[in-house]
């Protein structure tokens, strides 16, 4: 791996944990449908940052979740929970941000703060191994 890469890897981790921060900061002003946009966002980094690590390069959300779910889920190392938090946060991030008259309540939204933060976590001690 080069330092450029090892950069991008980096920085998409740093990402991940300023995005989760920026979701405590909305959910904490009842943003729920930003709150949900900016968890997804916080995986989705980490995500990346894995797939960088192990030289997957997907140019869209969808093959993000895809691969992730192929090399990572589906080979167990990464617990499935994790692929199903994932695709969950992909599912609705799309449906806060696009539906009309949708919006997320508060007990939809907090119970994804703790697996997201373990998902980063996760990410985080993996890439460094």
Same mark, same amino acid.
């Given at each position: ?22 979701? &405590? @900061?909305?959910?904490?002003? +009842? =943003?729920?449908? %930003? ?7 916080? *995986?989705? !980094? ?19 979740k895809t691969n992730f779910t ?6 167990? &190392? @990464?617990?499935?929970?994790? +692929? =199903?938090?994932? %695709? ?7 449906? *806060?941000? !696009? ?31």
């Amino acid at each position: 791996m080069n330092p450029e890469q090892e950069s991008h890897i980096s920085y998409r981790i740093a990402r991940a944990w300023d995005t989760f921060d920026d979701a &405590k @900061i909305l959910a904490s002003n +009842g =943003k729920w449908n %930003s709150t949900i946009n900016r968890l997804y966002y916080s *995986g989705y !980094y980490a995500v990346m940052a894995l797939l960088l690590r192990n030289e997957l390069k997907p140019t869209t959300h969808n093959g993000a979740k895809t691969n992730f779910t192929e090399y990572f889920i589906k080979t167990q &190392k @990464i617990d499935k929970k994790y +692929g =199903k938090i994932y %695709s969950q946060l992909f599912t609705w991030r799309h449906k *806060g941000d !696009y539906d009309d008259f949708f919006d997320f309540e508060e007990s939809q939204v907090v119970q994804y703060f703790e697996p997201v933060e373990e998902l980063i976590r996760l990410i985080e001690n993996l890439i460094k191994r």
